[in-house]
């Protein structure tokens, strides 16, 4: 599975959107671009999932570019609930394992 | 919502004893997995388990690990003596139908401390 490459710590004030950007060059064609998240140890979630092109959930959107190099989760209006490590994840998907990264610590700042 | 439930939250024990940990996946679902989580470190990935069988293991899983689908419902994941290096959290985690890029459901995990 393609490694991936995050920041590893962002801030983002309550309300606003949060941007979290993942690089992940070496994605092969049949690889998706998967994102969850961990609340302070707690089990990990499912954000979102896409192949090429944008998605839009409940939770978030996801912004991939054109060669799918890169990709960037949104959270369109950030609570205090949502301070958590992002996790972007390449993996083809088909029930195969995860190879999780460190992530990005996001905080949500009052 | 449907959910992984994770029995027990959290457990002690002594080294060099076996201790078995508890999931119990989503009910349609047909893939399982163990992730573990030393703390500080990242999630990785134990084992994952279709059709009654492993169908993919990591370099951890070793002959100390084994796991079960006991009944139509259970899963678990049995350490049989146990070191000090496996207190971490532990995640079990379904997913569904084979074929589909579906996500997979995680559990709120067992803290194992072994001391």
């Known amino acids: 599975d393609a490694k991936t490459t995050q920041p590893p710590s962002m801030d983002c004030a309550e309300g606003r959107a949060a941007n979290l950007p993942c690089n992940h060059s070496?994605?092969?064609?049949?690889?998706?671009v998967y994102w969850y998240r961990q609340i302070h140890s707690q089990g990990p979630q499912y954000i979102i999932h896409?192949?090429?092109?944008?998605e839009t959930n409940e939770m978030a959107s996801l912004i991939i570019t054109e060669d799918r190099k890169s990709s960037t989760l949104i959270l369109p209006h950030a609570t205090l609930r949502d301070t958590a490590v992002y996790y972007c994840?390449?993996?083809?998907?088909?029930?195969?394992?995860?190879?999780w990264g460190l992530g990005t610590s996001l905080a949500v700042n009052p | 919502e449907p959910e992984v439930t994770q029995t027990p939250s959290h457990q002690v024990t002594q080294m060099g004893q076996e201790v078995i940990l508890r999931c119990v996946p989503i009910?349609?679902?047909?893939?399982f997995y163990w992730y573990r989580q030393i703390l500080g470190q990242k999630v990785e990935f134990l084992v994952s388990?279709?059709?009654?069988?492993?169908?993919?293991k990591s370099e951890i899983f070793d002959d100390q690990f084994s796991v079960e689908r006991p009944d139509g419902s259970n899963f678990t994941l049995k350490i049989r003596s146990t070191k000090l290096e496996d207190s971490a959290m532990y995640f079990c985690?379904?997913?569904?139908?084979?074929?589909?890029?579906?996500?997979?459901?995680f559990g709120q995990g067992t803290r194992l401390t072994v001391v």
């Open positions: 985690a379904s997913s569904d139908t084979p074929g589909r890029n579906t996500e997979a459901f």
């Open positions: 009910s349609n679902h047909l893939y």
């Open positions: 388990f279709y059709n009654n069988e492993i169908s993919e």
């Open positions: 070496t994605i092969s064609g049949n690889e998706y």
């Open positions: 896409g192949l090429k092109n944008n």
């Open positions: 994840i390449v993996n083809a998907g088909n029930n195969r394992k995860l190879i």
